[in-house]
């Protein structure tokens, strides 16, 4: 079944600690997208790549960092220089970064820092 | 910029009942517009979206979105609420700026209960 994973589901860190969060899409799409979601706010984007080797911050980047090496995969680092990474990240892909391309989202990673 | 407005955080209807989510959006083009639906510790599923064409949008589950230019609106509605629509529901909006980097732009979304 062709589709968004993103791992783990729940994962706790202490605070200061960096940790590294797995998306992994077997759609064949070239875009990519990370978002947050916090209670009231809806979803934010903080970064997104739109083909491989390139990405570009989105609107909360601080305090983050991506990377694109393979297509099929685009993880998310959270550093400790993020003030409140509790949150809930949502993972997405696109066929392309077009804004009438429906963006497909995996089953998010709730975070969690002691 | 872009922005959605989503009117109302929690909407609660009787099961058989009109379901109403209200969203409105602004933007400096003709915008594209997205429902999505999230049920609890989920991502994210498209319900419907308007890109061009025809302004009544149908999608799944029963659900249809109207695009009305004048009103800046694209509500969803749904005309018998069922117990599986409890969920919360996203409008999102993307324009086609000029130079710029096409993205969605999400409402703050609506949490629909369903009573029985």
């Known amino acids: 079944d062709g589709g968004i994973t993103q791992s783990p589901k729940y994962l706790f860190r202490k605070e200061g600690q960096n940790v590294t969060l797995s998306c992994e899409q077997n759609?064949?799409?070239?875009?990519m997208y990370w978002y947050r979601q916090d209670p009231g706010q809806g979803l934010r984007l903080i970064y997104y790549s739109q083909i491989v080797n390139d990405f570009q911050k989105g609107d909360i980047a601080e305090g983050y960092s991506v990377s694109r090496e393979k297509k099929e995969s685009f993880p998310l680092t959270v550093t400790s220089a993020q003030k409140n990474p509790t949150a809930f990240y949502l993972c997405?892909?696109?066929?392309?970064?077009?804004?009438?391309?429906?963006?497909?989202f995996g089953p998010g990673t709730r975070l969690t820092v002691l | 910029a872009q922005s959605v407005t989503q009117l109302g955080s929690h909407v609660s209807v009787s099961e058989g009942a009109l379901v109403l989510l209200r969203c409105n959006y602004s933007?400096?083009?003709?915008?594209?517009l997205f429902w999505y639906v999230q049920y609890p510790n989920q991502g994210l599923q498209l319900l419907l979206k308007y890109t061009t064409g025809a302004t009544l949008v149908k999608g799944i589950n029963g659900f249809e979105a109207e695009f009305k230019k004048s009103e800046t609106s694209f509500h969803l509605t749904k005309p018998s609420a069922h117990m599986s629509d409890a969920a919360e529901y996203f409008c999102a909006v993307s324009d086609r700026p000029l130079g710029g980097n096409e993205k969605l732009t999400f409402g703050t979304g609506t949490r629909l209960t369903i009573i029985p």
């Open positions: 759609l064949n799409h070239d875009a």
């Open positions: 933007s400096s083009v003709p915008p594209y």
């Open positions: 997405a892909s696109s066929f392309r970064a077009r804004s009438t391309d429906t963006q497909y």
